[in-house]
């Protein structure tokens, strides 16, 4: 084999493993993450279909016990009315512990990062508008 043709078959070689690199398929640059307020509307629908809980829980042995101490206080109600009082809300129910941290939830999401609450309800509305018939 003469020196050039030795030279193409190891620039023919060099370009078969770069082309066989760049197009790895174990690679995919498809991101089918959904925007926030289509996962929460379907979290809603799911939710609905039983295929996911209600219910959000939370192990925290400081807060357990500050929200037992409340409530055996009766302090927890004037928390509640506080929480309610600082979103501007008219919740009735103030008084339970659920009550108390679904408000207060709120308010932190509220102080974190607003956009979430209102991607929230984007995500409520997306999912009540979308009724089949």
Request: aromatic letters at 4%.
């Amino acid at each position: 084999m003469s020196d050039d043709q030795a030279k193409a078959e190891e620039l023919l070689q060099g370009q078969t493993e770069q082309a066989r690199h760049q197009t790895d398929p174990s690679i995919d640059d498809t991101d089918d993450t959904p925007a926030l307020e289509d996962a929460i509307a379907d979290a809603f629908e799911r939710i609905d279909a039983g295929d996911l809980s209600s219910n959000l829980t939370l192990r925290d042995k400081r807060l357990a016990a500050l929200f037992h101490g409340l409530e055996d206080a009766d302090d927890l109600a004037a928390v509640g009315e506080k929480a309610a009082a600082e979103l501007d809300s008219d919740a009735d129910d103030k008084e339970t512990r659920a009550a108390v941290l679904r408000l207060l939830v709120r308010i932190g999401l509220e102080t974190v990062d607003p956009s979430v609450l209102e991607s929230g309800k984007a995500g409520r509305r997306q999912y009540l508008e979308d009724d089949e018939f």
